[in-house]
């Protein structure tokens, strides 16, 4: 099965600050892979896929962005956070082909003040 | 097109008695399902799938799950509810190919009373 590292585990940043947050993948090679952000009360909203070096399709019109500069590494980024950035971020990947089963990290808590 | 419908956002049940957690889905194909459990701060954790195999299927912590396509549902069950299984579960509908559309339901927290 896959291991999602997922960091940093939790930051507060101010409003205006830039944003990084880090994901790799172990246990799989050429995976798909997913940023997901849950707001306070709220489900899971997608708010990036890829499916290989370079190709990022987003779901959700935003201030944020998504690179991924190796097969296995998946990197969150805004250059000015908002208020409404705040939120719990999950990276996943999935198997290209297989049945759709999701592999989690452990999340990230974003605070924006 | 591909939806998941979570029938109960909360259930609450006490401990040792049986849980329900209710899912309808909706799919043009034969789909793939989950579901997942996520407790507070943690990422989510797949209890059970369906892959169009065995229509019961068994997950971890004692959970199972059956996919009636007649009634395009995919209920989750256990016969006794520990605190531990406090959290919030997600079903998931999942496609096809290289790229498998995920769609996932707007989950439903489970308390459990002692």
């Known amino acids: 099965s896959q291991t999602i590292h997922q960091w940093p585990a939790t930051l507060v940043q101010p409003v205006g600050s830039p944003l990084s947050l880090e994901c790799t993948v172990e246990?799989?090679?050429?995976?798909?892979l997913y940023w997901y952000r849950q707001a306070a009360g709220r489900g899971l909203q997608l708010l990036f896929y890829?499916?290989?070096?370079?190709?990022i399709s987003s779901e959700v019109p935003q201030n944020l962005s998504a690179s991924r500069p190796q097969d296995r590494q998946f990197i969150l980024s805004s250059k000015k956070l908002l208020l409404s950035d705040s939120g719990f971020y999950l990276c996943?990947?999935?198997?290209?082909?297989?049945?759709?089963?999701?592999?989690f990290g452990e999340g990230s808590r974003l605070t924006v003040l | 097109a591909q939806s998941v419908t979570q029938l109960d956002s909360h259930v609450s049940v006490s401990e040792g008695t049986p849980v329900l957690l209710r899912c309808n889905y909706s799919?043009?194909?034969?789909?793939?399902l989950f579901w997942y459990v996520q407790h507070p701060n943690k990422g989510l954790q797949l209890l059970l799938k369906?892959?169009?195999?065995?229509?019961l299927v068994k997950g971890i912590n004692g959970f199972e799950a059956e996919f009636k396509k007649s009634e395009t549902s995919f209920h989750l069950t256990k016969p006794s509810a520990h605190m531990s299984d406090a959290a919030e579960y997600f079903c998931?509908?999942?496609?096809?190919?290289?790229?498998?559309?995920?769609?996932f339901g707007t989950g439903t927290k489970l308390q459990v009373i002692p």
């Open positions: 996943a990947s999935s198997v290209t082909g297989g049945t759709g089963e999701l592999f």
């Open positions: 246990g799989t090679s050429n995976p798909n």
């Open positions: 890829s499916v290989g070096i370079g190709q």
């Open positions: 799919s043009s194909y034969s789909p793939s």
């Open positions: 369906y892959t169009s195999a065995a229509t």
């Open positions: 998931v509908v999942s496609g096809s190919g290289g790229y498998q559309k995920v769609t």
